[in-house]
């Protein structure tokens, strides 16, 4: 069955550490998509690529790089620049060429700084 | 970014309708309404959407205000698994066509 991947479904960093989220799918989608959930809020959106090696900054770009290198993977890093990291985070993707479909989402990662 | 408006949280019972308000009154007139929902710890999950027509799916039913400014998610017969929280929002068919996330609203289903 086609969909999205986000692996590990749990990460635990220490403060200083960089660390990169995957986000592969098969569903040959075109564009792909980085949100941040914080508890008890809506998701914000850090990163998103409509091409292979190109992406745009979201609302919350700071501290967090990517690269689409595949038009299968977005992996996300979270870098030590970024001040409060620990939150959800979901990858989505999409058709670019039609209007009758919606995102698909992965099923997260929950990444925690210790 | 089109605002949208839903209540913080809402309640029903088990097998009932349930009709999920959302306002947007800055609609532009190529902005679709999308409804998501999430259930917790899992990434949210499409539902429906449209752009001036009542649509219909299996999942649920939109209805959408002649003016646009407004639409209404139905659940016709809510059960205990469609408990989470429902996300309404605007996408610009132009552009990057982004999804902005809201706070959404928490639907709590009673046995």
């Given at each position: 069955?086609?969909?999205?991947?986000?692996s590990p479904k749990?990460l635990?960093?220490?403060e200083g550490?960089?660390v990169?989220?995957?986000?592969?799918?098969?569903?040959?989608?075109?564009?792909?998509?980085?949100?941040?959930?914080?508890?008890?809020?809506g998701?914000?959106?850090?990163?998103?690529?409509?091409?292979?090696?190109?992406?745009?900054?979201?609302?919350i770009?700071?501290?967090?790089?990517?690269?689409?290198?595949?038009?299968?993977?977005?992996p996300?890093?979270?870098t030590?620049?970024q001040?409060?990291?620990?939150?959800?985070?979901?990858?989505?993707?999409?058709?670019?060429?039609s209007?009758?479909?919606?995102?698909?989402?992965?099923?997260g990662?929950?990444?925690?700084?210790? | 970014?089109?605002?949208?408006?839903q209540p913080n949280?809402?309640?029903?019972?088990?097998?009932?309708?349930?009709?999920?308000?959302?306002?947007?009154s800055?609609?532009?007139?190529?902005?679709?309404?999308?409804?998501?929902?999430?259930?917790?710890?899992?990434?949210?999950?499409?539902?429906?959407?449209?752009?001036?027509?009542?649509?219909?799916?299996?999942?649920?039913?939109?209805?959408?205000?002649?003016?646009?400014?407004?639409?209404?998610?139905?659940?016709?017969?809510?059960?205990l698994?469609?408990?989470?929280v429902?996300?309404?929002?605007l996408?610009?068919?132009?552009?990057?066509?982004?999804?902005?996330?809201?706070q959404?609203?928490?639907?709590?289903?009673?046995p």
């Amino acid at each position: 069955d086609g969909g999205i991947t986000q692996s590990p479904k749990y990460l635990f960093r220490k403060e200083g550490q960089n660390v990169t989220l995957s986000c592969e799918q098969n569903l040959n989608h075109d564009a792909m998509y980085w949100y941040r959930q914080d508890p008890g809020q809506g998701l914000r959106l850090i990163y998103y690529s409509q091409i292979v090696n190109d992406f745009q900054k979201g609302d919350i770009a700071e501290g967090y790089s990517v690269s689409r290198e595949k038009k299968e993977s977005f992996p996300l890093t979270v870098t030590s620049a970024q001040k409060n990291p620990t939150a959800f985070y979901l990858c989505a993707s999409r058709k670019l060429d039609s209007s009758l479909y919606g995102y698909t989402f992965g099923s997260g990662t929950r990444l925690t700084v210790v | 970014d089109a605002k949208t408006t839903q209540p913080n949280s809402m309640e029903s019972n088990e097998e009932e309708p349930v009709h999920l308000p959302c306002n947007h009154s800055t609609i532009s007139g190529t902005d679709y309404i999308h409804w998501y929902r999430q259930l917790p710890s899992q990434g949210p999950e499409y539902v429906i959407h449209g752009l001036t027509s009542n649509v219909n799916n299996r999942m649920a039913s939109l209805a959408i205000a002649e003016d646009r400014k407004s639409s209404t998610l139905i659940l016709h017969r809510a059960t205990l698994r469609d408990a989470a929280v429902y996300y309404c929002i605007l996408r610009d068919q132009q552009g990057a066509q982004k999804l902005v996330f809201g706070q959404g609203t928490r639907l709590t289903i009673n046995p």
